[in-house]
């Protein structure tokens, strides 16, 4: 398990998503009741499969000695919490994503590309009141976060993504794998996303139709895309 | 010739055409009743020259035991039925081309990098209805392309792309090899052409005397350029 | 210390910063009195560890044999002088935090990314006067910059970086990998923030206890990222 | 001087500036009255120092069996013919450069990247006529490339770059690596241009007395950047 976690994380600079530091990858065993995710501030250089820490579903280390979790580690432990199915989570600073996120705009699905992966708009949270920023923040994200689904009536394993107002994205999975691919592919149609609206005063998402017919030849009973 | 399609596939990834498994090169050959192409889902980096899929002229697999083809296959198929010189196609979800058909605009032939390749502009097709989507949907895809050459008049041979609205682009050639090369020729213009919007209000096309010269400068037997 | 020079000098092309000859780092000790920089016009490929130039604390080179320093040199001696706890500079032209320069703009704090680095905007110097373009142009090109940071009442060390009206940032730091760093935060947030312009016609930065909460998670006695 | 000019065509696609086989660069000799340039369509991988082709000052092949030169040579030979100073010349379809080209604007001296190199605009021609097309189209583009410097009053030295209207960049200098230099800095001031118009709705290039400072701390008798 800290083995993938690491292959992960390793992934996370070489596909483009991170700069310096910037971004984690965790992973849940609901039954061991354990979350192993990136050290804190440890360049993806130096970082060893044996650095990845172990904490309980709280975001507390687990063992006495060991580096500190990623700061973002009670996000994560929050949308475990809320988000049953999900195995997975990365967070990343990619640099079209958080153009969105900055913008503080939901990205539309403009296209098939997101349409594969996202059934319907990347959404963006509101921003965080100064009580929730001051208080225990990490946490706070993560309760914005399940708050946008819950009010919208999103399914997080149909949009497996989300965008925190004037930080960044967070994409999950159902493994660590797969969570990283999401972050690919949402950098991906993001960047897509902004050069559409530089193309067209239109702001239409493609229409339902289509966007059903995507997703669901990629996923559930009925897919057929891949060798399944 | 499953040599050449693994090939052309493997150069997708390479030349910044795709991510993940998204796109697709198959090859036609007419005497022998075959398409080749990639295989559904399957990795760039884990496919083999023998993964490649052996299908007849309506993309239906020749052999049992097999992996399926690329979802795609019957937009291929439909399109070497109608398209008769074409050899080879290829379709990605390049970023700038996406951009484009994600806009439902055609891209104008603003300069002669794309004049030398395309003769005119590169056609968006009209979205598909919702009873297309539902029944036979890439088959109805292949059919809108070939609507939009026949409706615009347009050679398919002049004009080796398209861009079916909402989705992305495919490419073709008289060669695998030629097919991607047209696909790195239409990310390239369809970044061009946006820049070039950014910096003018002017939306005018190159002169058709422009566009003639550098088309026919490359193509049909007045051609000079290369080795001939 | 030459060593740590010309291995920050090395980053430079390799992490995308500068083309050609267009960028320079130098270090300070100040209980030496002397700065340690990039010789001027010397190609990354072919400069040594023994190439890198010793000057004092004026700028001059302390050796008679030597290649002649970086022809910011001035700017780096009187941004020493009169930035105290400064131990590196760094100079660039990259292309992002470039056009911002160039637009003559400060580049707003809109997200977490650059709070995270830079206290508040990140400033752009008035453009010189001809009087001190013709004088003494690399000396007074620290000076405006110094101007700026004494007139807008800012903290050197709380926003590591500055843009030069119609020329191009300078990012400094405790050492010549912080002052690195700094620059390609700097080109990333410069990215992000044109990107999120084109998104929104909002040009609202974000919160105050957003922005205060991601630096002081980062930096001074209450810093609780990394491993501390 | 066909390896030089070997080697300088293989960094066009190593720097990013040209995709497929667009550009080519060619060197004069003066004395021997000799053109050497690439070949006509053939890949960067495949050329050798020997497909490198010998012409008179004319343009044409100095050998019989020899392969077919760069279409654009007669482009080449002219400039050589009007343009006294310059060895060596550049042409590329690189991304940023072709976007102005193809808006048919100069590309203002925004900053000091932009002057360290050119003195002045980036001139753009106006398109050529149905008749120049028609006729000797790539003698006829040297031609209204000499006509856009003579009409302007520019000296070729002094701003070693144009932009052909709806074509693309040619770029020249003392050497086929000064040439390619100048063409790598081109592309970089033609993208810092257009972030630069995306930030401000100012259109005002930089004042002349810094655009002099630039350009002449680098060229001519006062320069004193390098080691020269």
Redesign the interface.
């Known amino acids: 398990m800290k083995e993938r976690v690491y292959q992960a994380n390793k992934r996370l600079p070489e596909e483009g998503l991170v ?4 971004g984690n990858v965790s992973e849940i065993d609901r039954d061991l009741g354990i979350i192993v995710i990136k ?4 360049d993806y250089q130096t970082m060893t499969v044996d650095s990845m820490v172990v904490c309980d579903l709280t975001g507390t280390p687990k063992e006495a000695k060991t ?2 979790p990623s ?1 973002d580690i009670k996000t994560h432990a929050l949308l475990y919490k809320h988000f049953e199915g999900v195995k997975a989570i990365v967070h990343t ?1 990619s ?2 994503a ?8 939901d990205i539309p699905a ?4 997101h349409a594969d992966t996202f059934y319907g708009s990347v959404p963006c949270t509101r ?2 009141r ?1 009580s929730e ?2 208080a225990d ?1 990490e946490k706070e994200t993560g309760k914005v976060i399940v708050e946008t689904f819950e009010k919208r009536g999103l399914d997080p394993l149909a949009c497996p993504a989300v965008l925190t107002a ?3 994205p967070f994409t999950w999975g159902q493994s660590a794998e797969q969570a990283v ?1 999401n972050s ?2 949402l950098e ?1 149609v993001a ?10 005063l ?1 702001r239409t998402p ?2 339902d ?2 966007l059903d ?1 995507h997703y669901f ?1 990629k996923h559930g009973e009925h897919a ?5």
Do not use: F
């Not at 958080?98 to 503080?104: C, E, G, S, T, Y």
């Not at 403009?110 to 590309?113: C, E």
């Not at 960047?191 to 067209?200: N, Q, R, V």
């Open positions: 700069k310096l530091t910037w050290p804190s501030g440890v580096l500190k700061s600073h640099t079209n958080v153009k969105w996120a900055q913008a503080q705009r403009y296209g098939t590309t921003p965080l100064a920023v001051t923040y004037g930080h960044g691919s690919i592919v991906e960047e897509m996303a902004l050069g559409t609206e530089a193309l067209t239109e493609i229409a139709y289509l017919k030849r057929y895309y891949g060798q399944g």
